[in-house]
């Protein structure tokens, strides 16, 4: 038989769990109202009404309600270290003023529209790298501030699906690595909203942040933004109609002084080498001169070569670095500043009179940045017809946009031409340019694209792509899908 105490705890603990029953039934039928409207507010239990509610400002009881579902941090300052709060705090400063704003009802009228930018370029980007993926996203970044979207960053498909659970009627977009846009398609258990997983994102609202021309989407090139306007080069080069969101180079390019042509270095004048790593001049890495033609442009035209190599990440073997000295000029002819900040490489380029392409590295910010400097490019032809040269409707190029230029700016030579590089140095020598930057690269018409972007219906887009095309890709051919291994089905997409 029990002890008299123990019936008293027991009776005490039934008690306790009665009226915690009764008090949730009470809740739930007293806010039963506000919880249907909260449930017709999930875009996948109510997929009709989506639309109408991407359209729809917060009322007060609304903010307040979605104020209160959310916490009142994202990142806490004790969260990550020097470098990861590089992105976590606009994250953090983006969160806290949404939540004020839900509060107060005072939100700004992009305020509301949330981007989640799962993209590593944009954390690399606010961590200070330089490479061209990261001078983009810099761009997309300062376009968004003035925007004034919320824009928050994350680091994993796991994270970016939870805060995406927060407000999911509020984010627009999820700008996402090519690769991890394959990876949450293919995830419908945990990422991709599925019958499984009413609760994931739409693929639809998921954008790939990818700088070639491939289609790396699985609702094809809309759905994938690109730095070029790929649909203006050349028809030799590889198609693309993925979407054109482009960068500016202006703010660091204004930053610098800008120096006249007469006021450069003359004895020798400087022609600097678009070149980052040294293996860039072994010829398995498609080296457009030689050691020789580098040496015969310098004796020819009287210029001394800079540039800024290295050693790559990966550490050259023994072997390799026996062969440095093998494809670069005499050292007479050239100075290697080997790694330079952004600030001292483009004081360089205003010091220099022309910028050499040799093959690689390919669609470069460079040329635009020497451009906008007053400094012409030597851009290389690294693909043509044997017997039709000049034909150009069969050329690649290292930089396919800038080659529809042509001189004074731009000068496309075939690659291992050694007269052509001649006189394309001594043409860029003798007709100076005054600061050229393409309408399209100025910070205003990326926001133009950038708010087209965020703004687009993609949902109602999707449903149409599906409509007129059962295949992968939106029809695009090749296509990445397949080798993804994506199984493709109308359903897909969540539709």
């Known amino acids: 038989m029990a002890p008299t105490g123990q019936k008293r705890r027991s009776f005490k603990s039934q008690a306790v769990i009665l009226f915690t029953l009764s008090t949730l039934v009470y809740v739930a039928f007293h806010f039963r109202a506000q919880t249907q409207r909260a449930l017709t507010r999930l875009p996948y239990l109510n997929a009709d009404a989506e639309e109408e509610q991407q359209q729809h400002q917060p009322t007060v009881e609304e903010s307040t309600s979605l104020q209160l579902s959310i916490p009142s941090t994202l990142y806490p300052p004790e969260v990550g270290d020097a470098q990861t709060r590089r992105w976590m705090d606009p994250s953090e400063a983006d969160w806290v003023r949404l939540h004020r704003c839900l509060l107060h009802n005072t939100c700004g009228p992009n305020q509301l529209k949330v981007v989640l930018v799962q993209s590593m370029y944009f954390r690399n980007a606010l961590r200070g790298d330089l490479d061209g993926e990261e001078i983009w996203a810099m761009s997309a970044i300062e376009a968004m501030a003035n925007l004034g979207y919320t824009v928050l960053y994350v680091d994993s498909l796991r994270d970016m699906v939870r805060i995406y659970q927060f407000f999911p009627s509020l984010v627009r977009i999820a700008i996402v690595n090519d690769w991890d846009a394959f990876a949450c398609w293919k995830d419908t ?88 790593y040294f293996m860039y001049f072994f010829p398995e890495k498609d080296f457009a001169w030689s050691k020789e033609i580098l040496d015969d442009v310098a004796a020819a035209t009287g210029v001394r070569f800079g540039m800024a190599i290295r050693e790559p990440p990966e550490p050259m073997t023994e072997e390799q670095k026996e062969r440095i000295p093998l494809y670069l000029p005499e050292e007479a002819h050239y100075v290697d500043l080997h790694r330079l900040d952004q600030a001292h490489f483009l004081y360089q380029l205003t010091q220099s009179r022309v910028v050499i392409g040799i093959g690689r590295p390919t669609i470069s910010p460079t040329p635009w940045n020497a451009l906008c ?19 150009k409707t069969k050329w690649k190029t290292q930089h396919p946009i800038t080659a529809v230029l042509g001189p004074p700016m731009v000068y496309n030579v075939r690659k291992g031409d050694k007269q052509g590089l001649i006189d394309a140095v001594r ?69």
């Open 427 to 495: 043409a860029a020598l003798d007709n100076p340019i005054d600061s050229f930057v393409p309408e399209r690269m100025t910070l205003p018409s990326i926001e133009t694209r950038m708010a087209a972007l965020v703004d687009n219906d993609w949902e109602a887009e999707e449903r149409a792509l599906l409509r007129e095309c059962r295949e992968p890709c939106g029809c695009t051919e090749p296509c990445d899908v397949l080798a993804q291994g994506i199984p493709w089905h109308v359903e897909v997409g969540g539709v």
């Open 189 to 276: 258990e945990n990422c991709l909203r599925s019958e499984h997983n009413p609760f994931g994102i739409p693929g639809y609202k998921l954008i790939s942040f990818y700088f070639w021309t491939f289609p790396r989407h699985p609702l094809g090139p809309r759905w994938i933004i690109s730095p070029e306007p790929y649909q203006l080069q050349l028809p030799g080069e590889f198609p693309s109609n993925n979407t054109y969101l482009g960068y500016s180079i202006e703010k660091t390019c204004r930053s610098t002084k800008f120096v006249p042509a007469h006021e450069r270095p003359a004895s020798p004048p400087q022609a600097w080498i678009l070149a980052k």
């Open 373 to 391: 400097l007053g400094v012409p490019f030597i851009n290389v032809v690294t693909e043509f017809d044997d017997e039709h040269p000049d034909d």
